[in-house]
């Protein structure tokens, strides 16, 4: 007889709806902030746009990490695969194109700016810009309580990492305001300037992402499966671990997947059992996620 058992389904259901959720309101954010950056022709606006479209790829690397996982690691989509390998290169040249058309129009509008002729885009701020503005501040810090709240309870690494990007974009989105409000003084160069400034962070932000997301969908053993078979087989109740496989990064996350036969003594305790073991392997080698396959053990076989 035989029970399998993927402790972590739920917790990746879980996860899943809310990246699916961040990415949805995050992408709505996004197009709010273009038409707005557009009507009112703001560089810092536009510029702090390509932050939000930083967030909405984080947060479309981590549902892509996390649908992964619905497959057998063997049978996986991870690795680097067309469709990440795409998107990264689609939003690399999009980010390069953007980012150099506006560095060039704000050093002209600076240009202007100091020589005391008028902006060749004057920035038309308004109260109801601020105010739609401070919306969409207060809707990025719902999706940062939302993502921190998933990442304690559900203890996953991409919502830690996503709540990170909604920080940030909600700091920027503030920034911005600030600037708006400067040019309703008639600061215009604080539009400008923090348009440069938010160019420049947005190439920085950009390799941060990269660099944490696509490691985790290197194709490789990242625990040795004897390790993983010591760690479990300690765990009073286990009498056999095979077919165990791991990817991922350790020390940043890693995906395991391991079959264990219970002891039939011990086949009301199955969840305690696979708890103990997911506590002992991640206090060896930090964040981890397990998917595991348990059987019972029949005491004639």
């Given amino acids: 007889m035989q029970l399998w058992v993927n402790e972590g389904k739920k917790s990746n259901r879980a996860t899943c709806l809310i990246l699916f959720t961040a990415l949805s309101l995050t992408f709505l954010v996004l197009s709010v902030k273009v038409f707005a950056a557009w009507t009112t022709r703001s560089l810092s606006l536009m ?15 981590g ?15 991870y690795s680097h695969g067309k469709r990440e390998t795409f998107l990264t290169l689609l939003l690399t040249a999009f980010l390069s194109i953007a980012g150099v058309k506006l560095l060039e129009t704000a050093t002209q509008q600076w240009k202007f700016a100091v020589e005391g002729e008028s902006l060749i885009f004057p920035v038309r701020v308004s109260l109801p810009l601020i105010q739609l503005l ?5 809707t990025s810090l719902g999706l940062l309580l939302l993502c921190m709240w998933g990442a304690r309870v559900l203890r996953n690494s991409i919502l830690r990492i996503h709540a990170l990007q909604q920080l940030k974009d909600a700091g920027l ?23 440069v400034v938010l160019v420049l962070l947005t190439a920085v932000n950009f390799w941060q992402i990269v660099n944490w997301h696509l490691p985790l969908l290197v194709q ?3 625990i040795a499966p004897e390790m993983l078979a010591k760690i479990a087989s300690q765990v009073r109740g286990v009498t056999h671990c095979y077919r165990i496989q791991s990817q991922g990064i350790v020390g940043r996350l890693v995906y395991i997947q391991m079959h264990i036969v219970i002891h039939p003594e011990f086949a009301e305790a199955i969840a305690d059992i696979a708890e103990r073991i997911e506590e002992d392997i991640q206090m060896h080698y930090g964040p981890i996620q397990v998917t595991f396959y348990i059987e019972k053990n029949s005491i004639n076989g």
């Fill in 63 to 77: 549902l892509l990490t996390m649908t992964a996982q619905n497959f057998p690691i063997r049978e996986s989509v």
């Fill in 173 to 195: 989105t503030v920034l911005v305001v600030v600037a708006l409000v400067g040019v309703w003084w008639d600061l215009v160069w604080l539009d400008v300037s923090l348009a």
């Fill in 134 to 138: 401070g919306i969409l501040v207060a």
């Fill in 47 to 61: 510029a702090e746009s390509l932050h939000t479209l930083l967030a909405t790829f984080s947060a479309l690397l």
């Fill in 220 to 222: 490789q053993t990242a």
